[in-house]
């Protein structure tokens, strides 16, 4: 599980009322429930199902993921600046496993 | 599933019925009962996709994103696929614009769907179609 990495690219900082993009990828290989190992055994469905964006504690994007969504699952989205603070991206696993990530944002 | 059909041609989007009809069911299911809404989408995925593991698709609607007109939900549905189910994005006015990217596995040749719903319950349906050389669902 340890191998499991959020990763996020958030500018440090933006101006009022811009529209920045935020790039994040979790490392996961996504298990679709579909693929065999070498054995012939099928790999039980393993998959991020749902990615959640919380600006200073408010919901402000989130995706609900389905097993046809790529390994290492990639999302772009789109958050107008309004005040400095903190994200927090979550992403949750079958089974209810999280992983968190908080990067803050500053307003110039 | 009649009346469901005809009430789809009066809105002028038939062409969606075209697809496999789980997908149809599917789309019918979140659009029943709401209005076409006339809307500049920019579907943004491949003519080819070479590999069917990893396949762009983003996309970008046009909105004012305002607390009193936004979109709200973006499906991504593919026909091909043992389930069509792509992903389900969820925008809310704190998005301030409306584009989303993100990559996807296709099985085989196959067209793609995108439906936009609005806070005001109206939608709109755009379509695409990719080939896809190596299929990416594993077995």
Same mark, same amino acid.
């Given at each position: 599980m340890s191998k499991i990495k959020p990763r996020a690219k958030i500018p440090k900082e933006a101006e009022l009322d811009e529209v920045i993009e935020i790039k994040t990828l979790i490392r996961h290989p996504m298990h679709s429930g579909r693929v065999k190992d070498v054995d012939g055994k099928t790999i039980p469905r393993l998959i991020i199902n749902k990615f959640s964006a919380m600006f200073n504690g408010k919901v402000v994007f989130t995706v609900n993921l389905e097993p046809s969504i790529s390994s290492n699952p990639y999302i772009s989205f789109p958050f107008k600046v309004k005040e400095a603070g903190t994200f927090e991206l979550t992403w949750e696993e079958d089974g209810g496993n999280q992983y968190k990530l908080t990067k803050s944002l500053k307003v110039v | 599933m009649i009346a469901v059909s005809s009430a789809f041609f009066c809105s002028g989007i038939s062409a969606v019925l075209a697809g496999k009809p789980e997908v149809s069911d599917q789309i019918n299911n979140i659009v029943s009962g709401s209005q076409a809404r006339e809307v500049d989408v920019f579907l943004d995925v491949p003519e080819i996709a070479e590999n069917?593991? @990893? =396949?762009? =698709? /983003?996309?970008?609607?046009?909105?004012?994103?305002?607390?009193?007109?936004? =979109? @709200?939900?973006?499906?991504?549905?593919?026909?091909?696929?043992? /389930?069509?189910? =792509? /992903?389900?994005?969820?925008?809310?006015?704190?998005?301030?614009?409306?584009?989303?990217?993100?990559?996807?596995?296709?099985?085989?040749? @196959?067209?793609?769907?995108?439906?936009?719903?609005?806070?005001?319950?109206?939608?709109?349906?755009t379509q695409s179609t990719i080939k896809v050389t190596i299929g990416g669902c594993g077995g």
């Open positions: - | 069917g593991n @990893q =396949v762009k =698709v /983003a996309f970008e609607i046009e909105s004012p994103m305002s607390d009193s007109d936004f =979109v @709200q939900e973006v499906y991504i549905m593919a026909d091909g696929n043992p /389930a069509p189910n =792509v /992903a389900k994005f969820n925008f809310t006015p704190y998005s301030g614009e409306c584009f989303a990217s993100t990559r996807m596995r296709l099985s085989k040749t @196959q067209d793609i769907y995108l439906i936009a719903k609005f806070n005001d319950g109206t939608h709109s349906i």
